[in-house]
């Protein structure tokens, strides 16, 4: 079982940036792909970013010129990065770490961007 912890949301006005970071308890974390989803209120939970076990990311293309995603293995935490952030941008935001067919999911940290 790996633990996630989420933390680094909060309320910003639009136009601010935001870190979020996922600590995992696992001592493999290096092997884990590490995702960040949100879910915005009405709506279904939704990937948003990609960290491979080899450091190649993916980024949604909604918000690739907004959002970093990276990982620090020794830490072993995977941070999103989110800048210019939007109204819209208000949600919940999910660590996901993913090996082979398991994955395992953080209770997630809350963003409210107002405008």
């Known amino acids: 079982q790996v633990q996630l912890v989420e933390s680094g949301g909060g309320l910003v006005q639009a136009g601010a940036s935001l870190s979020l970071t996922c600590e995992a308890s696992?001592?493999?974390?290096?092997?884990?792909?590490m995702s960040w989803y949100r879910q915005i209120p009405g709506r279904q939970r939704e990937l948003v970013a990609t960290?491979?076990?080899?450091?190649?990311?993916s980024i949604v293309p909604s918000v690739e010129d907004r959002f970093t995603i990276w990982r620090d293995n020794g830490k072993k935490t995977a941070t999103l990065e989110l800048d210019n952030l939007k109204p819209e941008d208000t949600g919940t935001y999910f660590c996901?770490?993913?090996?082979?067919?398991?994955?395992?999911w953080g209770q997630g940290t809350h963003v409210t961007v107002s405008s």
């Open positions: 996901n770490a993913r090996l082979r067919g398991t994955q395992f």
């Open positions: 696992t001592n493999i974390f290096s092997a884990y792909d």
């Open positions: 960290i491979g076990s080899n450091g190649r990311t």
